[in-house]
């Protein structure tokens, strides 16, 4: 069982930065692939990002490669999502989510846990 809490959301303007944290509790954190996932108001739950649970892989959509960055410590069981270079687009509800599996798939159903989420707000 593992439990998510994301924080580091917030109102930032077009241009800028923001860091989001997941902390995971429980002792097999590194046993697990992790992803962010996004979903704005009134659209699905996208996958934004996937780290191995070793942090050799990584993975992005299209509309963020190049601007955003996921990376884990497992020695702190947190997982990260640096998000620079934001547009308005970017705004929504960001979710860290666990799999027993891989992320690859880029599904929401290859994931175990979720957190509750951290709102975005991108101003333009």
């Known amino acids: 069982q593992v439990q998510l809490v994301e924080s580091g959301g917030g109102l930032v303007q077009a241009g800028g930065s923001l860091r989001l944290s997941c902390a995971a509790s429980?002792?097999?954190?590194?046993?697990?692939?992790m992803a962010w996932f996004r979903q704005a108001p009134g659209k699905e739950r996208d996958f934004v990002a996937g780290?191995?649970?070793?942090?050799?892989?990584?993975g992005y959509a299209d509309s963020v490669k190049g601007r955003f960055t996921i990376s884990r410590d497992n020695a702190k069981n947190t997982v990260y999502l640096q998000m620079n270079s934001v547009t308005p687009e970017d705004t929504a509800v960001y979710y860290c989510?666990?799999?027993?599996?891989?992320?690859?798939?880029?599904?929401?159903?290859?994931?175990?846990?979720w957190g509750q989420g951290t709102q975005v707000t991108v101003s333009s």
């Open positions: 429980g002792r097999t954190f590194s046993r697990y692939d």
């Open positions: 780290i191995t649970w070793s942090g050799d892989n990584t």
């Open positions: 989510a666990a799999s027993h599996g891989s992320w690859y798939g880029r599904l929401t159903a290859n994931f175990d846990y």
